[in-house]
């Protein structure tokens, strides 16, 4: 059973306008969740990250949402580049504390495509 | 500067054979671990060993032996390769925090695609 899930597979900007990622998770001991960027035959790359006891995280033209009674979250990349055409990963986490190797629980992954 | 590094990058072997893919991390971290993608391109957890002791062993066949000789690397050695092990093989770092939360964010190689005909 998938715990977290992008229920889209692609999504499609032109450049300059707002990208929106979606991202649910079923279990509601997950408290700390992260977006990572794939780019073919690289490793994922972290992009940002949002603890639960926060709703929104901003680093530059990423943004991130988290409605924790909705079990969502949201990734929004505002202006959209050419670059940033890659797979997106919404990846979540049940943080124990000093605990080590919390595994990350990955969604199935939205391709991005950002056209000029 | 390669952060995690994993050798070889591709694989291509026969059914049957024993095969190891290596990794390695220069960030100081104390947990390493070792995640599959598949060919529906689900990323899944399969070992995490901290200070070299292992710490998450997923429903994973004992074909599959991970080994960490010291805290920078996490080998994966396996036994009578099967064609559904074929799939990409991901290595990843990360550091426990300090204070009362470990905010888990783990670093990434670039991957292994093995291969088995």
């Given at each position: 059973?998938?715990?977290?899930?992008?229920?889209?597979?692609?999504?499609?900007?032109?450049?300059?306008?707002?990208?929106?990622?979606?991202?649910?998770?079923?279990?509601?001991?997950?408290?700390?969740?992260?977006?990572?960027?794939?780019?073919?035959?690289?490793g994922p790359t972290f992009l940002i990250s949002?603890?639960?006891?926060?709703?929104?995280?901003?680093?530059?033209?990423?943004?991130?949402?988290?409605?924790?009674?909705?079990?969502?979250?949201?990734?929004?990349?505002?202006?959209?580049?050419?670059?940033?055409?890659?797979?997106?990963?919404?990846?979540?986490?049940?943080?124990?504390?000093?605990?080590?190797?919390?595994?990350?629980?990955?969604?199935?992954?939205?391709?991005?495509?950002?056209?000029? | 500067?390669?952060?995690?590094?994993?050798?070889?990058?591709?694989?291509?072997?026969?059914?049957?054979?024993?095969?190891?893919?290596?990794?390695?991390?220069?960030?100081?971290?104390?947990?390493?671990?070792?995640?599959?993608?598949?060919?529906?391109?689900?990323?899944?957890?399969?070992?995490?060993?901290?200070?070299?002791?292992?710490?998450?062993?997923?429903?994973?066949?004992?074909?599959?032996?991970?080994?960490?000789?010291?805290?920078?690397?996490?080998?994966?050695?396996?036994?009578?390769?099967?064609?559904?092990?074929s799939a990409v093989y991901f290595c990843a770092?990360?550091?426990?925090?300090?204070?009362?939360?470990?905010?888990?964010?783990?670093?990434?190689?670039?991957?292994?695609?093995?291969?088995?005909?």
């Amino acid at each position: 059973d998938q715990q977290v899930k992008q229920n889209s597979p692609s999504l499609s900007v032109q450049e300059g306008r707002i990208s929106i990622l979606n991202c649910d998770y079923t279990n509601s001991m997950f408290d700390y969740f992260l977006w990572y960027k794939k780019y073919p035959a690289e490793g994922p790359t972290f992009l940002i990250s949002i603890s639960s006891i926060k709703d929104k995280n901003e680093d530059g033209r990423f943004t991130v949402f988290l409605n924790k009674s909705a079990k969502h979250l949201s990734l929004h990349i505002v202006p959209s580049q050419p670059g940033d055409s890659a797979v997106y990963f919404c990846a979540a986490s049940k943080t124990q504390a000093n605990q080590a190797g919390t595994a990350l629980i990955f969604g199935k992954g939205t391709t991005l495509s950002v056209s000029s | 500067d390669t952060a995690v590094s994993q050798t070889p990058k591709y694989l291509v072997t026969q059914m049957g054979n024993d095969k190891s893919i290596k990794c390695e991390q220069n960030l100081g971290h104390d947990t390493m671990y070792w995640y599959k993608q598949d060919s529906k391109k689900f990323l899944k957890i399969m070992f995490s060993y901290n200070n070299k002791e292992l710490i998450i062993n997923e429903t994973v066949p004992n074909r599959f032996s991970p080994k960490s000789p010291d805290k920078a690397h996490l080998n994966l050695h396996i036994n009578s390769l099967e064609l559904g092990d074929s799939a990409v093989y991901f290595c990843a770092s990360s550091q426990v925090g300090t204070g009362l939360r470990d905010y888990n964010e783990q670093f990434f190689g670039p991957g292994t695609r093995l291969t088995v005909l």
